[in-house]
């Protein structure tokens, strides 16, 4: 997409978010679906947070947004023991406890860490492979939501 106007980023973004979040409505319990749905957020999200270029908070409060933030939540709590549905959610979750109030929303009116907790007796590090995956994953996401204050006031991207 480098050979893109940067103008044209936001709209595509906020158009694919759009095409994302309606996908997964509309296919609530379809496996493939939903994780696609989860694991292009997780990308979105990613993206966002490591994109260089300051000037796109559309984007980034699309991402953020609450829509996205129940549809990770509720999908994870949908597929506990799938390790694509829980590695993507949390490292999604690990993304947006980059944003202030994202982070605040997160822990305060979201219940984020016992989803965390929860994904973490539901994948020990002692069953290997995937689930190890998905333990690092929730232990990182756990980890930034416990240990660090959440970034001063201000800003939120």
């Excluded at 050979?3 to 996908?23: C, D, K, R, V, Y």
């Excluded at 999200?45 to 609450?66: C, L």
């Excluded at 506990?80 to 009116?109: F, N, V, W």
């Excluded at 994953?137 to 939501?145: E, N, P, S």
């Amino acid at each position: 997409l480098s050979f893109l106007a940067p103008s044209t980023m936001p709209l595509i973004a906020n158009a694919g978010l759009h095409l994302i979040l309606s996908t997964a409505k509309a296919y609530p319990e379809d496996y493939a679906v939903t994780s696609n749905s989860i694991g292009l957020l997780h990308n979105c999200a990613e993206y966002q947070m490591k994109s260089r270029n300051d000037h796109d908070y559309a984007t980034s409060e699309q991402v953020a947004s609450e829509e996205c933030l129940d549809l990770v939540i509720q999908t994870m709590k949908k597929w506990p023991a799938s390790s694509y549905h829980q590695e993507r959610g949390c490292l999604y979750l690990y993304e947006m406890s980059k944003l202030h109030e994202t982070r605040r929303i997160l822990l305060h009116d979201k219940g984020v860490c016992s989803l965390l907790v929860q994904t973490l007796e539901e994948h020990r590090n002692d069953s290997g492979g995937e689930h190890q995956r998905v333990y690092q994953a929730a232990q990182l996401a756990l980890f930034v939501y416990v240990s660090t204050p959440p970034a001063s006031a201000g800003r939120n991207f």
